[in-house]
């Protein structure tokens, strides 16, 4: 019994005693955790890619958080992998577009990552519906667990104008 309070009271000295990181010590372990998560992530965009043009809404719910929110536009949020899947599943209804992304920056501290980039899609004609292009941006927030990066909120839109609105109806 002594001997476990001699190792607790040892233990809490030793680190009481470690000096605080200073700002350049945080910055430099910032930039090189950023730098290994963006490798992490771009990898884990070119896998985003290659689902979507493969239509596999499953893959592309592995790449998120079990609890992880997908915000996309026009839409309203949808909360949880297994709802995740089924709102890509339902946007792959359209046909598998061809995704390209660039990776702006991504800024990591610990086991957070805050992705911002810009994409393009393309979508073939299919069902009636003609082929479309978009560009835009988006952030997305990654979360480390177990050594491998997750998404935990995904939002992105358009660079394309909104539609102008619908004209007014007439009253007689």
Same mark, same amino acid.
């Given at each position: 019994?002594?001997?476990?309070? *001699?190792l607790?009271?040892?233990? /809490?000295? /030793?680190?009481a ?9 945080a !910055? ?6 950023? &730098?290994? *998560? ?11 890619a290659?689902?979507?043009?493969? !239509?596999?809404? &499953? !893959? ?12 996309? =536009?026009n839409m309203?949020?949808v909360? $949880?992998?297994?709802?995740?899947? @089924?709102?890509y /599943?339902?946007?792959? #209804?359209?046909?598998?577009?061809? +995704?390209?992304?660039?990776? +702006? ?6 086991? +957070?990552?805050?992705?911002? $980039? ?7 004609a299919s069902?009636?519906? =003609? /082929?479309?292009? &978009?560009? $835009? ?5 990654? #979360?480390? *667990?177990?050594? #491998?990066w997750?998404?935990?909120? @995904?939002?992105?839109?358009? &660079?394309? =104008?909104?539609?102008? =609105?619908?004209?007014a109806?007439?009253? !007689?």
């Amino acid at each position: 019994m002594k001997r476990t309070a *001699a190792l607790l009271v040892v233990t /809490a000295f /030793a680190v009481a005693c470690q000096k605080a990181e200073t700002a350049e010590q945080a !910055s430099a372990r910032m930039q090189a955790e950023s &730098d290994s *998560a963006k490798a992490q992530i771009e990898q884990s965009m070119a896998a985003f890619a290659r689902y979507a043009g493969a !239509s596999q809404a &499953d !893959s592309l719910a592995t790449l998120y958080a079990d609890d992880a929110v997908l915000m996309p =536009p026009n839409m309203s949020a949808v909360t $949880g992998r297994a709802a995740i899947r @089924d709102a890509y /599943a339902g946007m792959l #209804q359209a046909g598998a577009p061809t +995704l390209h992304f660039n990776v +702006l920056s991504v800024v990591a501290n610990g086991p +957070l990552a805050v992705e911002r $980039g810009t994409y393009h899609m393309t979508t073939p004609a299919s069902a009636g519906q =003609p /082929a479309s292009a &978009d560009s $835009g941006k988006y952030l997305a927030r990654w #979360q480390r *667990a177990d050594g #491998q990066w997750k998404m935990v909120e @995904d939002i992105w839109n358009s &660079d394309a =104008p909104a539609a102008p =609105p619908a004209p007014a109806r007439r009253r !007689s």
